[in-house]
């Protein structure tokens, strides 16, 4: 704590406005009577001081720090090794094969340290002398220490690379080519992990670097590589929901591994995932390892529309016999197709299918051909099944929309409530707090304390039993029985109302239609359509907000998926004569 | 951008209602613009998640305290420390303070909470940033006087007073004094209740030296911690009040007199009614001159010309020689009964009635009629409809009485108030009333004969 060499610095402390600085061992001004840590450091002040003095103080730090945080030498690869084996674990105890981790999964690791050049490969960018990190089953510990002999070099490479000798007692003074203000800069950077400086400043073109967003990208594409009956969507919320380690994942990293400094940067998180980004990420890293052709998905598999509409109508209560309807527009559409819905990274245009949110997206149409959802033939329709069913109660029911409407928001009302409730009780800090440097670490640890000490005070004055018990996973968020006037099911209601007898067909009753969007956007903005909420009927504006909830996607998101399929649906219709067997008129308006 | 412009029109109606303000000090709020800036990404970063929630969380601890659901806030609280972590260094900065607030609140009212979890809490909350010492300490030693714990209290602003953090900044000097002027409250309570043994002692007593040297001793020190606050611009009331009680209790009336006549002069203090208050009933058992404490109640006539003083200030004025007097003592008057929480006071109206018969008698026409030019578009409907007259005089026949007078003399026996007092056969008061008819005909200021 150099005091004296302190005393030049007279700024106010910005916490407590006292004028005492110590020096860091990294170069930087501290207040000594409240320990916040400016940003600025002695060399950029005081320009005029021979530098020696400096050096003295950084390699002092740096010596006592490697005794402070002594731990095993490791690198940011590892530890997303270490996260993206945690979370295959979390898979397999979600009831996913084991082969996705052992083998899929596994192979893709390996095939990004290969591609991204870190291993498996002649000339790895870390170290001459070391081996290529294996993803094991169980990735012994002692693997990763097995390299005591590592080049000194790597003890610092930033240091290094600012041309100093990190002679303990240097005193022969140096010209500095450098410019002072970037060494300082150097000298304050640190990381636990061997690279984590180097790996946070590295921008190699065509290189995808991991991320923590990426663990999960990884995650998806052995998922959808497995045909695993998890879709993106599922995998996200059970993200948030903590079923698979993400936010805080660092923590159950073995003792040994100390993180913090730039390792901070690249581990710690505190958002939760999105659907678009990890959509974009994935197809990104599968082009990135040059994967082939995912194995097909066909009408048996989990991924097909005809199934996922079958589970989307299940979960928001729809009448089983719409699936039927849904069958029909994917046939028409041709979006069930093995071509279409298979996975190729390697195509030109690669692209993938947003299975949960297409399936969705078939339902919304489906209920717009039935009930063209424009906040007035529902309502007519309804009147229609209720009178119906109030005349005929041995029968099976007519499905009622008014009624359905009503169940429906009340429970997504109070879903969605749980669910805001839930979020704001997140606790996003993680038991072992990351701090920047060894200055910091007794205030970031000491922060940690008071907070945990403030919330033992308050849980005490907390109804002793718990709200918010953790949910079991499930691919469903709701269940709806048989009898509950409140949860009424309507799985098995009828859609003789809506539908009428033609020859040997069937048809809507209902021959309008209308659009989701007329003109689609041509320029290069990317996105093909906007959403403006108050220009939709209250019908559409609710389906559409209750199904975007249940994917947690953004409502504009499905707006365009649903006028993507709208747009397929109607040139094929009008492209061909019409022969199908419940051909349905529809006019365009 | 038209959502935008939306809550723009919007906004205007709803203005008024909310209370946060994104630029203080500039004289200008946007109330609404802080939402935008909310969601405005800045430079293209999205907000984290982190800020969300814990923003959403706080809007839910607020909700829960605006419906007293004390243990729902406190378990909203426990999620809302984690901003004490929060890597945003302003966000970290300010939550302290934040966070004092809502906790101190809910363990105030929170059914399992007791006197030893609010001091935890407050010794905890003391001592994260250190700009909030002062202020939570004093808070703190608040809620022990609340619960009867004066001398912890005490022992609270002692600690507090003696704190000291590198060079104080001007707010914190300010917090200092107040700290001390507390202290000084408390030691004001006590010398207070030793005043009221001492009033049970026999002066030969021989326990009433030692009683009396005590008192002294407490005054000395309160004196020394009162004074410092009192000279700081502000509205001291309880602290000046017992400052001067203890001056004059020891007969130091030039010391007292200084410290009103600066609390209620000096430009630099907000303008406090009481103040002049505390100077005029001082300068009254002082019996100053009448000149003066006519002096003292006209700055409070402009503050508040209903305050119940201004009768006092009427009947000064009516004592005094001066004619400009006499005129104020009329316009004090009307001043008093243009407030509708006046309106049944009898001594009011008394005054009026027969101050208006004395100046109209003096020949000061003009002077009523100024009074009156502004108050009879709305007068006779304010006080002199016939829906007065009929309740008043069910209610309060003196009153009434006193009422008509005054309605005859301004607006003449054909005015219904006085019409439908004057047709009323009263026992008791049928001369009164012959009177009453008597001096409007001799003076209303309408004369229909003319």
Not at chain 2, 94 to 111: T, V
Not at chain 2, 228 to 237: F, K, S, V, Y
């Amino acid at each position: 704590m150099e005091l004296e060499e302190a005393k030049e610095f007279r700024e106010k402390c910005t916490q407590c406005a006292a004028v005492s600085w110590g020096l860091t061992d990294e170069g930087k001004y501290y207040c000594t009577s409240c320990h916040n840590v400016t940003e600025r450091s002695k060399e950029v002040i005081n320009t005029g001081a021979i530098p020696n003095a400096k050096i003295q103080a950084i390699n002092r730090g740096l010596k006592r720090k490697r005794k402070l945080e002594k731990g095993w030498d490791w690198y940011v690869c590892e530890g997303f090794q270490q996260i993206l084996y945690q979370q295959a674990e979390a898979l397999k105890t979600l009831g996913v094969g084991p082969e996705l981790k052992n083998e899929v999964l596994h192979n893709f690791w390996k095939r990004y340290l290969q591609k991204s050049k870190q291993a498996y490969c002649k000339n790895p960018i870390y170290t001459r002398g070391r081996k290529a990190t294996v993803l094991e089953d169980n990735p012994s510990h002692s693997d990763w220490d097995s390299e005591p002999d590592l080049p000194s070099d790597f003890s610092c490479p930033s240091f290094v690379e600012s041309g100093t000798d990190s002679q303990p007692n240097g005193h022969t003074p140096k010209p500095f080519p450098i410019s002072k203000a970037s060494q300082s800069e150097t000298a304050s950077i640190c990381s636990g992990s061997l690279d984590g400086v180097e790996y946070s400043l590295r921008k190699e073109k065509g290189i995808v670097k991991m991320t923590m967003p990426r663990t999960l990208a990884f995650c998806y594409l052995s998922l959808l590589w497995q045909r695993e009956t998890i879709t993106l969507s599922d995998l996200l919320r059970f993200v948030e929901e903590g079923h698979i380690p993400y936010i805080n994942a660092f923590q159950h990293f073995p003792e040994e591994m100390k993180l913090y400094g730039r390792d901070k940067g690249i581990f710690a998180i505190e958002s939760w995932p999105t659907y678009e980004d990890i959509y974009k990420k994935m197809i990104e890293i599968a082009k990135f390892l040059d994967l082939p052709r995912f194995p097909d998905i066909t009408e048996d598999s989990y991924l097909h529309p005809n199934i996922l509409c079958m589970k989307y109508l299940m979960e928001v209560n729809l009448p089983d016999e719409m699936n039927d309807l849904t069958c029909q527009v994917v046939k028409m559409t041709g979006i069930g197709e093995v071509d279409f819905l298979t996975f190729d990274p390697i195509a030109k245009m690669a692209k993938t299918v947003k299975y949960d949110v297409q399936a969705v997206a078939v339902i919304v149409v489906v209920l717009k051909l039935l009930f063209l959802l424009d906040d007035n033939l529902e309502w007519t329709l309804s009147n229609i099944a209720e009178k119906y069913n109030e005349k005929n109660k041995e029968d099976k029911p007519w499905f009622d929309f008014r009624k359905w409407y009503q169940v429906m928001k009340k429970s997504i009302d109070e879903k969605k409530q749980k669910w805001e409730e839930a979020r704001a009780k997140y606790l996003w800090k993680s038991e072992k707090p990351l701090y920047h440097s060894s200055i910091d670490r007794a205030v970031v640890y000491k922060r940690r304390e008071m907070v945990v000490s403030l919330q033992k005070q308050f849980s005490v004055l907390v109804d002793s039993a718990p709200t918010v018990e953790k949910k079991s996973p499930s691919s469903f968020q709701f269940n709806w029985t048989e009898g509950d006037s409140a949860r009424t099911c309507f799985h098995g209601h009828g859609l003789q109302g809506i539908l009428k007898k033609k020859g040997q067909s069937l048809t809507t009753k209902n021959s309008l239609y209308w659009l989701s969007t007329q003109k689609f956007c041509r320029s290069y903005c990317k996105h093909v359509t906007t959403y403006e909420e108050s220009n939709f009927s209250l019908s559409y504006q609710f389906i559409i907000n209750l199904f975007s909830f249940l994917l947690r996607i953004k409502t504009s998101s499905l707006h365009e998926e649903v006028s993507l399929i709208e747009k397929i649906l109607f040139k094929r219709k009008y492209g061909k004569t019409k022969k199908k067997s419940r051909s349905r008129k529809r006019r365009k308006y | 951008m038209s959502d935008f412009s939306e809550e723009l029109i919007r906004s205007k109606t709803e203005d008024d209602k909310e209370e946060s303000c994104v630029f203080s000090g500039t004289g200008m709020s946007f109330p609404w613009l802080q939402k935008h800036i909310g969601t405005v990404e800045t430079g293209g970063k999205k907000e984290k998640d982190f800020a969300q929630t814990t923003s959403a969380c706080l809007g839910f601890i607020q909700e829960a305290l605006l419906k007293h659901q004390w243990q729902q806030a406190a378990d909203y609280m426990h999620s809302y420390f984690q901003i004490l972590e929060d890597s945003d260094t302003h966000k970290r900065q300010a939550a302290p303070e934040i966070i004092w607030k809502l906790g101190s609140e809910i363990l105030f009212y929170h059914p399992k909470s007791s006197v030893e979890t609010f001091n935890t809490f407050a010794d905890r909350m003391k001592n994260i940033g250190v700009m909030n010492y002062l202020k939570i300490s004093l808070q703190h030693a608040l809620y022990l006087l609340h619960h009867g714990m004066l001398e912890d209290a005490n022992r609270n602003l002692s600690h507090a007073e003696t704190w000291r953090y590198g060079e104080k900044s001007s707010s914190q000097e300010v917090l200092i004094n107040l700290i001390q002027a507390y202290k000084g409250l408390l030691q004001y309570y006590t010398w207070s209740k030793k005043k009221m043994e001492l009033s049970t002692l026999d002066e030969d007593d021989y326990a009433y030296n030692t009683a009396s040297q005590n008192m002294f001793d407490h005054s000395w020190k309160t004196s020394v911690n009162l004074r410092a606050l009192i000279q700081t611009p502000g509205i001291w009331d309880p602290f000046v009040k017992s400052y001067v009680e203890m001056l004059e209790f020891y007969g130091d009336q030039d010391g007292a007199r200084e410290v009103l006549t600066n609390y209620a002069y000096d430009e630099k203090f907000p303008s406090n009614p009481n103040a002049h208050i505390y100077l005029y009933n001082f300068l009254k058992r002082e019996k100053a001159p009448r000149e003066k404490l006519i002096s003292v109640l006209k700055i409070l006539y402009q503050i508040v010309p209903s305050h119940k003083l201004m009768l006092e200030f009427h009947r000064l004025l009516r004592k005094s020689e001066k004619e400009d007097h006499h005129k104020l003592g009329l316009e004090v008057l009307f001043g008093v009964l243009d407030f509708a929480g006046c309106t049944k006071n009898i001594t009011a109206w008394k005054y009026l009635a027969k101050y208006l018969r004395q100046t109209l008698m003096g020949n000061h026409l003009a002077w009523v009629q100024e009074e009156w030019n502004s108050r009879k578009n709305w007068w006779p409907s304010f006080h002199f409809s016939s829906f007065w007259a009929k309740s008043d005089w069910k209610e309060d026949k003196a009153l009434a009485c006193e009422k008509a007078l005054v309605a005859g003399l301004l607006l003449g026996k054909g005015c219904r108030y006085f019409r439908f007092i004057s047709k009323q056969d009263d026992q008791v008061l049928r001369k009164k009333i012959k009177q009453i008819k008597k001096s409007v005909k001799k003076h209303s200021v309408v004369n229909p004969g003319l």
